[in-house]
């Protein structure tokens, strides 16, 4: 596979309008045994992590794929390492700029230090198991929130129009990802997450650089110095390294 060529045995969905395209995949799930993606030209309910609210106005990229993963759950989060490399692979395609973009842990896409796309991950199954997970991946091409907006030392949202002077539609910057993603998925499959977590790393932002790790209510500052094979961040404090499976992070 290569180039724009879209993927075989991957369905797609165009919505005018629809509440998220996280939930509007799980709706669809029973229907599709095969991967598929569902690309919205507006969201009712978008949200980001942490159930915030998630601003989707027209003219934006709103999108989820649906997958039927097989693997247990801490294996299946790690796609969103796999959607990441995939945005990233699309947007250097789309621009021709691969020094613009970098990885930030543990979900976002980062534009000349700006951000310009987030992923949630969303799953569903009975005890353990996973049956359904949505990939859900929102960008800015167009439009961004106000920075004003943002909490304290969150990363300013940017759009690629605004920084490149280039005006994607969402059904080209779809026409790039889903073959750019499912290159990742097919070596996550086939190789594990090492070739994935080693590309990562080559394009993360910050690495080698002082930042700070929030969970919940405790705030963790140190250099960010890798990520270990479950995808969980590793900050070298004074006293050593600390593995931090889930976090926000600031620079």
């Known amino acids: 596979m290569s180039g724009n060529v879209w993927p075989e045995v991957v369905g797609r969905h165009f919505l005018d309008t629809v509440d998220s395209t996280n939930a509007h995949a799980f709706r669809l ?8 993606w569902i690309l919205a030209g507006e969201q009712t309910a978008g949200r980001g992590r942490r159930a915030r609210a998630w601003a989707s106005p027209r003219g934006n990229f709103h999108g989820t794929l649906l997958l039927h993963p097989t693997e247990p759950a801490a ?26 973009f970098k990885l930030k842990w543990p979900n976002d896409v980062l534009l000349n230090g700006g951000k310009v796309a987030g992923i949630l991950l969303e799953s569903s199954g009975a ?10 991946i929102g960008v800015n091409l167009i439009a961004a929130p106000d920075p004003a907006l943002m909490e304290a030392g969150a ?7 605004s920084e490149t002077g280039l005006r994607v539609t969402p059904e080209t910057f779809l026409d790039a990802l889903a073959p750019a993603y499912a ?57 050593g390294p600390v593995a931090i499976p889930a976090a926000e992070v600031f620079f």
Request: charge should be neutral.
């Open 183 to 239: 290159r990742w998925e097919q070596t996550f499959r086939e190789e594990g997450f090492a070739p994935l977590r080693s590309a990562w790393l080559s394009h993360a932002a910050r690495l080698g650089e002082t930042i700070r790790a929030r969970t919940g209510t405790e705030t963790r500052e140190g250099t960010f110095e890798t990520i270990d094979d479950s995808g969980a961040l590793i900050l070298r404090q004074s006293h």
């Open 127 to 136: 005890g353990q198991g996973v049956q359904h997970l949505a990939i859900g």
């Open 29 to 36: 799930a029973p229907q599709h045994a095969g991967p598929c």
């Open 155 to 161: 990363v300013p949202p940017v759009t690629l129009l």
């Open 75 to 100: 294996t299946v989060a790690l796609r969103s390492f796999a959607a990441a490399l995939a945005l990233r692979d699309a947007f250097v395609a789309l621009t021709g700029l691969p020094e613009a």
